[in-house]
């Protein structure tokens, strides 16, 4: 089915992979709705092993897709990958926070999604990026994409970007009660771990291990604010 969608000019150095902006999932007709619904509930289940029987999986689906703007990644007409962003204004920076990311199992740690997030950021002129997150390789793609991030192991979170965390997770989450704005943390964000194992990147840095194995409880369902700051 077609839906109604922009094409990005984004390269992602692999061939036959497109890129579609929708705005907003409700914006869509009903049938092109129904048909992203599906599409996503698959990936999704696929993406992180859960079972699609499970009537609180569609409503996490649901819940996902309608989180923010949408980049779709297909290669001919299978869907590969999504992202879900929204732009914040928080102490007076341009934010571009990642609700939501989603690539398929055989297209992972080939780049896809630092290169997707790069244009991103370059396109929608953000000056810092955030993503709320139980996975190492998120860190790891902002450590690409921005010039400093934070948490830091053994640094201290500035005061400055401790008050961007602090909006933004007021935004996000609507309540700072859970929140640790030194570590960047949220307690129990999730209710339970969204991996049966927290999916590392390949060969990860001592800093990045010991972020998330002392930082993040993540069968509490805690996750972690990251925040990369892009150079001007």
Not at 77 to 95: D, F, N, P, T, W
Not at 205 to 229: C, H, N, T, W
């Amino acid at each position: 089915m077609r839906v109604d969608c922009t094409p990005c000019p984004v390269e992602l150095g692999v061939a036959n992979v497109q890129v579609a902006y929708i705005e907003k999932y409700d914006g869509l007709a009903r049938e092109q709705r129904e048909y992203v619904f599906e599409e996503s509930r698959l990936l999704i289940s696929k993406s992180f092993g859960q079972e699609t029987a499970d009537t609180s999986f569609d409503e996490d689906v649901m819940r996902f897709i309608r989180n923010g703007e949408m980049y779709v990644l297909r290669c001919g007409e299978a869907l590969i990958g999504m992202k879900l962003v929204r732009m914040l204004s928080c102490c007076q920076r341009s934010v571009l926070y990642n609700a939501g990311t989603v690539i398929a199992l055989e297209w992972q740690r080939r780049g896809v999604n630092t290169r997707l997030t790069r244009w991103i950021v370059q396109s929608r002129g953000a000056e810092i990026v955030a993503s709320r997150t139980q996975n190492p390789n998120i860190y790891r793609t902002l450590q690409l994409t921005c010039s400093r991030v934070w948490p830091q192991m053994h640094e201290r979170t500035p005061e400055n970007i401790q008050q961007i965390a602090l909006c933004v997770a007021q935004k996000v989450n609507g309540t700072l009660e859970t929140f640790d704005r030194q570590r960047l943390v949220d307690r129990g964000t999730y209710g339970d771990t969204l991996y049966d194992t927290i999916p590392f990147p390949e060969n990860p840095s001592p800093v990045i291990r010991e972020l998330f194995s002392q930082y993040v409880d993540a069968k509490r369902g805690d996750s972690m604010l990251v925040i990369g700051e892009v150079s001007s």
